[in-house]
């Protein structure tokens, strides 16, 4: 078998745990620490919960950029000679690195929550009564984003499914015959 089925795999399973990782943080982590009976347990839980993820999502990240090396030399010459791979190529990158921009963004909000945490909320992102303007404007971004990143993630999974798409025979033929 020819091709690099290790370097794909992981590019894939890495944007799935971006994806996965990031919902299941806004679903279920975000979601579950709200119901803490003290306010200001909501956002140290959550704070807590986002620490011990970050350096998986860090590996996830670095594993993905490390497999495009493989990915991108073993299709150099299908990026000039088929007709919109270069394309898909480019916006599959802007994609990806907005995506880690405003991943890295939401994890110096959640920096700014998890220090601000002893205010209380009514969640992880839903400021309270007697939460700050500083740490209230970090969690209305926060809500935002905590469903941005998924999108972006979500995104990047897509593209990634079509390049596989246009690497079929059919679609290689035609891509080739357009020039």
Do not use: C
Request: hydrophobic share 45%.
């Amino acid at each position: 078998m020819s091709g690099n089925l290790l370097a794909r795999s992981i590019h894939d399973l890495s944007a799935a745990a971006w994806f996965g990782g990031s919902l299941m943080g806004a679903v279920g982590l975000n979601g579950a620490t709200s119901q803490a009976k003290d306010s200001t347990e909501r956002t140290r839980l959550s704070s807590l919960g986002w620490k011990k993820w970050a350096p998986v999502q860090t590996a996830a990240f670095a594993a993905h950029l490390a497999s495009l090396g493989p990915i991108l030399w073993e299709n150099k010459g299908r990026y000039a000679a088929q007709d919109g791979v270069m394309s898909a190529t480019w916006i599959k990158t802007g994609v990806t690195v907005a995506g880690a921009a405003v991943t890295f963004y939401a994890a110096v909000l959640g920096k700014k929550v998890d220090e601000l945490s002893d205010e209380g909320a009514r969640g992880a992102t839903e400021p309270g009564p007697e939460t700050s303007p500083e740490l209230a404007k970090a969690q209305k971004q926060l809500r935002q984003l905590q469903w941005a990143i998924p999108g972006f993630a979500a995104t990047v999974i897509v593209l990634g499914a079509k390049h596989g798409e246009m690497q079929r025979p059919k679609n290689v033929k035609l891509g080739l015959l357009k020039d």
